[in-house]
């Protein structure tokens, strides 16, 4: 296990230079112009991180005057008395409540949770697998079918949220089954 | 979408009526707005280098190289996307960053692969089945190392800041895996011809 962390520890520090000089060294070796093809796929990217401002705007509006009006705390209220008896310790929820809407925030959730109660407590457990295994969805949602101005989302909401739903709950049960509690 | 976002504003107007935040609403809002223009403006540089990194990588023809080596799970995942389709070269690729945890890399990718399904679609403003896919899979989050967190834990003195790897990496195939039966199971209930009064979240 130490091998193994150490190694993927290793890949995620190196991959990032040695794609950077990998890549062009490999496209010089086989006769690829780089520079002119950089700069037409940089140009690209402009383009793009242009486009979805309007989408991150209203996306992250919305959330903003939920979170600051105060809705979060009080839905959070209402779910307590219904996690309670699963054993899952109410000051995660928040967490829960926040993890698809806001990654920073979430973040900073944990790192509350961690202080308040301790980096082994089981609440700070849950917390920190719930925050690695699962995604700001509804960020994700705005940037990816707003680069492509895709304004009928489908089933991508129920469908991502069900994944979100499935990690949360599959948190609490590995972290009390491996770390008792 | 639509829905989704006035609910959101909705339910924020209620709670702050109820007795919650009013100013907190506001400020909420304006702060938001401008959170996401500086967000933005973080993402474009980064974008801009990857995306110029990625043409590179497209046109010595390491990306199809990397397709072809996943193209049997791609050709299950995704049927309607033809095998030679660029989008699934860049698809792959995305997954590949996201597991190993370059988000920054992932993002750029991923959005030139939506682009590439975007050429597929009949109605340019609708998510195709594969688009949805793709997405879910994106937001479901497989990554190998959750460094963050990781470094947070060791940040708070924990015994072992990294014991929550393994869990995590379990929840983590979870999550994806319901995401994607998710989406194969919902995709029929919101067709993606549907009357413009239709169903749309």
Known sequence: MEILLGLLDAISRWAIPVFLVGVPAVALARGVKIYPAFIEGAKDGLQVGLRIVPYLVAILAAVGAFRGAGAMDRFAAWLEPLLDPLGVPASVLPLFLVRPLSGSGATGLLAELIRSEGPDSLAARIGAVVNGSTETTFYVLAVYFGAIGITRYRHAIPAALAAEAAGIVASIVVVRLVFGG | ?201
């Open chain 2, 1 to 201: 979408m639509g829905i989704v976002w006035f609910l959101l504003l909705a339910l924020g107007l209620a709670a702050a009526m109820a007795g919650g935040d009013v100013e907190g609403f506001t400020k909420g809002a304006l702060d938001g707005a401008g959170g996401a223009v500086t967000l933005a403006i973080g993402l474009v540089g980064m974008l801009a280098l990857w995306s110029g990194l990625l043409r590179i990588a497209q046109e010595a023809g390491l990306t199809a190289l990397l397709a072809r080596a996943v193209a049997p799970l791609m050709r299950r995942l995704f049927p309607e996307v033809p095998k030679d389709h660029p989008a699934i070269a860049a698809m792959t690729l995305n997954m590949a960053a996201n597991a190993l945890g370059l988000g920054n890399a992932a993002t750029p990718i991923g959005l030139d692969a939506m682009e590439k399904l975007q050429t597929l679609n009949q109605r340019r403003d609708t998510a195709t089945d594969a688009m949805v896919l793709f997405l879910v899979i994106n937001a479901s989050s497989v990554q190998i190392v959750p460094a963050t967190v990781v470094a947070l834990r060791a940040a708070g003195g924990a015994a072992a800041p990294a014991d929550v790897v393994g869990p995590t990496l379990l929840a983590t195939l979870v999550s994806t895996v319901v995401g994607i039966a998710a989406a194969k199971i919902l995709a029929p209930l919101w067709p993606q011809r549907a009357p413009a009064l239709g169903v749309e979240p």
